[in-house]
Nanobody, 117 residues
């Protein structure tokens, strides 16, 4: 069983930065995809980015502002968010997908990010 715990959210002014962390417990290997998603009130969950092996995928809406990194030894996924905008407000969750899975198998509870204008 894998558990994911996110941290680092908070309230920040537009233009500011936050660095989110997602720590995994249980069996996680470097070939497991770890990703970030976000959900704003009244909106569907949105893919932010993911990292698997040496590959990184970032959504177009955050490309150039957000960076994903991963420390496999610490089983930790990071999301560095710069130049934040009010529309980045939402609950940010991390998720893990095993190689045999067609989707994400495990999800964290999320951390709230609020960007004020």
């Amino acid at each position: 069983q894998v558990q994911l715990v996110e941290s680092g959210g908070g309230l920040v002014q537009a233009g500011g930065s936050l660095n989110l962390s997602c720590v995994a417990s249980g069996q996680i290997f470097s070939n497991y995809a770890m990703g970030w998603f976000r959900q704003a009130p009244g909106r569907e969950r949105e893919f932010v980015g993911r990292k698997i092996g040496g590959l990184t995928y970032i959504a177009a809406s955050v490309k150039g502002r957000f960076t994903i990194s991963r420390d496999n030894a610490k089983k930790t996924l990071y999301l560095q968010m710069n130049s934040l905008k009010p529309e980045d407000t939402g609950v940010y969750c991390c998720a893990v997908s095993s190689p045999r899975s067609t989707g994400y198998d495990y999800w964290g509870q999320g951390t709230q990010v609020t960007v004020s204008s």
